[in-house]
């Protein structure tokens, strides 16, 4: 009996000693595969081994680090009677909030940017009208090749009630030698001057859409909405507002769709005085206007992008395994 006890043990002993060194040589093998090609170096940790919790999110949905909450954020452009299921988006920026190092990094996606939806190239802002956002989500993780899991839909009309429920907003309207038109709700035509003021939420709202008076096109009101949302976020997360933050996001709920667990947010609410003088840096995907038969887009420069998906958001790059 002795003997066979020590039998079954020197076997098992030989049997994880033999898994161990082929762990450990597969592990070398393929991590000298990934450095030497450049893909999934993210995913390889400090120590020279692959990241196998990370390596299995690729296809699970939920937050890939535990510190931080990735989304993508829509600005919605809706009209009366439309469904905010199919209509157009009119703002598209990837969020990213550390809130271990109390940042939020803001990546905004030019609507109008050359991308492929459903294998036909076309503009970004197309695929919500033809397959609401899961074609949208599922156009962005295809185009930047990262795990983008969550959304937060936003109807435009949120904008008005956000800012009218903080009391305005103290901003410095650019000057762009011209005065900002937009309609109010009541269908009549105003104009915001440039300068320092207070907006309330139609104004807000009005500025937020206005587009034609930018040199650079598009590219300039993404600009300009950047702005917009750090002066937000400043007076918000900078001050005594932090404390209100619930209160304001219950104002605004009926007009947000997301998929974030409530769990999720419950959990991540417990942590919002952890953003208290929060530093927002925003980011735009690089590329440039062009027109291709006839129908203008934003060409996006691949290479540069790339680049910046790997710095900007290095635990979200998916995998390659082909």
């Given amino acids: 009996m002795k003997f066979r006890i020590l039998r079954f043990i020197a076997i098992l002993g030989f049997a994880l000693l033999f898994f161990i060194v082929m762990n450990a040589y597969l592990n070398q093998v393929y991590v000298q ?14 120590d020279g081994w692959l990241d196998v919790e990370k390596l299995s999110h ?33 703002t ?5 909030v550390d809130f271990e190092k109390n940042t939020i990094d803001l990546l905004s996606l030019p609507r109008d940017s050359r991308v492929k939806v459903e294998g036909v190239y076309t503009k970004l802002n ?26 937060v839909e936003v109807d435009f009309e949120a904008v ?5 429920a903080i009391g305005g907003i103290h901003y410095d309207v650019p000057d762009i030698g011209m005065d900002y038109q937009y309609e109010r709700q009541d269908s009549q035509v105003d104009y915001i001057s440039p300068g320092p003021q207070k907006l309330d939420g139609e104004q807000a709202l009005g500025y937020l859409r206005y587009r034609k008076g930018y040199v650079q096109g598009d590219i300039g009101r993404v600009e300009a909405q950047q702005q917009f949302l750090k002066s937000v976020v400043e007076q918000i997360f900078k001050g005594a507002g932090i404390q209100q933050l619930p209160a304001y996001i219950k104002t ?25 003088g929060v530093e927002m840096t925003t980011h735009t995907v690089p590329g440039e206007g062009v027109y291709i038969d006839g129908i203008s887009y934003y060409e996006v420069d691949a290479h540069k992008t790339e680049r910046l998906i790997e710095d900007l958001l290095p635990n979200y790059v998916l995998l390659d395994l082909q």
């Fill in 33 to 46: 595969e990934q450095e030497a090609s450049g893909t999934g170096a993210s995913l390889i940790t400090e």
């Fill in 126 to 151: 197309h695929a919500h009208s033809i397959g609401g956002i899961r074609l949208t989500m599922d156009s962005i993780r295809d185009w930047l090749n990262i795990d983008l899991d969550y959304f």
């Fill in 58 to 90: 690729q296809n699970a949905e939920g937050r890939v680090v535990d510190s931080e909450l990735f989304f993508l954020l829509l600005g919605v452009d809706q009209n009366d009677g439309e469904s905010s299921s199919f209509t157009r988006t009119d």
């Fill in 252 to 276: 605004v709920m009926g007009d947000v769709r997301t998929n974030i667990p409530w769990d999720e947010m419950i959990g991540l609410a417990g942590r919002v005085n952890e953003l208290r």
């Fill in 160 to 164: 008005v009630n956000m800012v009218d």
């Fill in 92 to 96: 598209m920026m990837l969020v990213k």
